[in-house]
């Protein structure tokens, strides 16, 4: 089975552009959740997705916004790029949003420069 | 709020020899930590979970962490180092069940 792919892989823009990030989950998972990856830094939690609808959303501006599809494929966009932007986008899945016993499986991310 | 401290960013470290990667946590009520290792171009990877089950945990590739709750500590070990352990380390709590807070990382390096 494949695992949690995204795309693309690296991506460059200018500031003040839009950007869609694109997020498969792995087959029967429900849940999709997004985290910003700044160089030298750990990941940090921007959104999560399950069965369509926002479940939780991390310390993000509004130029950030995120939706699942019936397919329980995502889809991130930022808006206004600015430079602070640039970092590696993660995207994980799980089967469901609130078990303890749950694993999340991460996809390997798409790098984001602004320039 | 939670949050976890990754006392060292940078660990050296022959081959063959043991390895401790440090971590402390803060949580107002018992936490569920992991670690997660991420080596370069590749997804992160669980290498192990504490929930509350048993103290020492055991997870893949032969790591594991001691949960001490009076230190709030969960420090990973290795007995010994191979040259494919260097990667990235990231010691993480979770707030709720799919929102992870991660720490800053410990980047893992093993010389021959």
């Known amino acids: 089975d494949a695992g949690v792919t995204q795309s693309p892989t690296h991506l460059i823009k200018t500031r003040g552009q839009h950007v869609t990030l694109r997020c498969s989950p792995i087959?029967?998972?429900?849940?999709v959740s997004w985290y910003q990856q700044v160089l030298g830094q750990g990941p940090q939690f921007i959104f999560q997705y399950y069965e369509k609808e926002e479940r939780g959303r991390g310390n993000f501006p509004d130029r950030f916004s995120a939706r699942q599809f019936p397919n329980y494929s995502s889809e991130l966009n930022v808006n206004a790029l600015l430079l602070g932007d640039s970092a590696l986008y993660l995207c994980a899945s799980s089967r469901l949003m609130n078990s303890e016993n749950e694993k999340l499986f991460f996809g390997s991310g798409t790098q984001l420069s602004v320039l | 709020a939670q949050s976890v401290t990754q006392l060292d960013s940078h660990v050296s470290v022959s081959e063959g020899t043991p390895v401790l990667l440090r971590c402390n946590y803060s949580s107002s009520y018992s936490p569920s930590l992991f670690w997660y290792v991420q080596h370069p171009n590749k997804g992160l990877q669980l290498l192990l979970k504490y929930t509350s089950a048993a103290t020492l945990v055991k997870g893949i590739n032969g790591f594991e962490a001691e949960f001490k709750k009076s230190e709030t500590s969960f420090h990973l070990t290795k007995p010994s180092a191979h040259m494919s352990d260097a990667a990235e380390y990231f010691c993480v709590v979770s707030e709720s069940y799919n929102k992870l807070i991660f720490g800053a990382g410990t980047r893992l390096a093993v010389h021959p």
């Open positions: 087959s029967g998972h429900k849940s």
